[in-house]
């Protein structure tokens, strides 16, 4: 017998059709399992995606996603709140499409130890109190000294999320790439930074260091840690990866035109 959970958005819309959803799979013989599912089914938008993958962190190998929207269209939910029956169908069918998207390891080092944390999106460090200084080594070879609030690195997946605001580039999905965006950085006769988005090839490693990380923050997805002072972050892909399955032949295009 199969195990399923769904994940739901708090609304109305997402709710009644969690029930939905929650009966045809019953019907279908899936078990209901929170503790131990194999297909977790979010129903919200990618903010509900994002906490179930979080929700779920240290049973990735063993459970498929599968995002409902019922908002506008998702990066990581292919079928809509109209679409229920059609993912029913698929699923029957065994028609659902598999991709899969590597997660970030943030490995936070202090003199207390060293701490893991896993981001879909992106990672920040963001100080808004003070000007923050880091340095950012690629590979372990200095590139620069940066000051400003702080500094994001995004995945493919999380290249249409807060680094599109932020001004950095969209990677097309099946991209292994990381990118390095400034989240406003200070740039004058004294102090200069690369200022542009940096994408690199996704075996980079990429090192923030500075003399004092008191009041910044870590940001991971939704999540969030404070840092410590002599706190040294080092982000590279992670051998974590999300298996997702969703509607066959979903264009990405289509997806993209729905963000704007
Ligand atoms: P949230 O309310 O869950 O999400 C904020 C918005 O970002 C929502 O509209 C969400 O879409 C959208 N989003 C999330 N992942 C996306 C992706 N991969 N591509 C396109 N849009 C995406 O916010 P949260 O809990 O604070 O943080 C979750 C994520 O939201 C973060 O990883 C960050 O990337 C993003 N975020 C972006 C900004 C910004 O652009 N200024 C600010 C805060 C957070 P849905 O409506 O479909 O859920």
Redesign the pocket.
């Known amino acids: 017998m199969k195990r399923f959970v769904i994940v739901s958005k708090d609304d109305e819309q997402s709710k009644q059709l969690k029930e939905k959803v929650n009966l045809r799979l019953i019907e279908l013989s899936y078990e209901n399992n929170e503790e131990n599912p194999d297909l977790v089914v979010t129903i919200?938008?990618?903010?509900?995606f994002?906490r179930a993958i979080h929700q779920y962190i240290d049973q990735l190998d063993t459970i498929k996603f599968v995002g409902i929207?019922t908002?506008t269209l998702?990066?990581?939910s292919s079928y809509d709140g109209h679409e229920c029956e059609a993912f029913i169908q698929d699923l029957i069918d065994s028609k659902l499409e598999y991709k899969k998207f590597p997660l970030l390891d943030i490995c936070v080092k202090s003199k207390s130890g060293n701490e893991h944390y896993y981001a879909l999106?992106?990672m920040r460090v963001e100080n808004v109190i003070r000007t923050q200084l880091i340095r950012v080594s690629i590979n372990n070879e200095f590139m620069e000294t940066f000051r400003g609030t702080g500094l994001c690195i995004s995945s493919q997946?999380?290249s249409?999320?807060?680094n599109?605001?932020l001004g950095g580039a969209i990677l097309h999905e099946g991209l292994n790439l990381l990118q390095l965006t400034e989240i406003t950085g200070i740039h004058h006769h004294a102090y200069r930074s690369l200022g542009s988005p940096l994408i690199v090839d996704g075996n980079t490693q990429i090192t923030l260091e500075s003399d004092d990380f008191c009041e910044a923050i870590l940001c991971y997805?939704?999540l969030s840690v404070k840092l410590k002072k002599d706190s040294v972050i080092n982000c590279m892909f992670s051998e974590k990866t999300v298996h997702c399955v969703g509607r066959p032949n979903t264009s990405y295009i289509k997806r993209l035109k729905s963000?704007f």
């Open positions: 919200g938008g990618d903010g509900t994002l929207h908002g998702g990066f990581f999106n992106e997946a999380g249409t999320a807060y599109r605001s997805d939704q963000l």
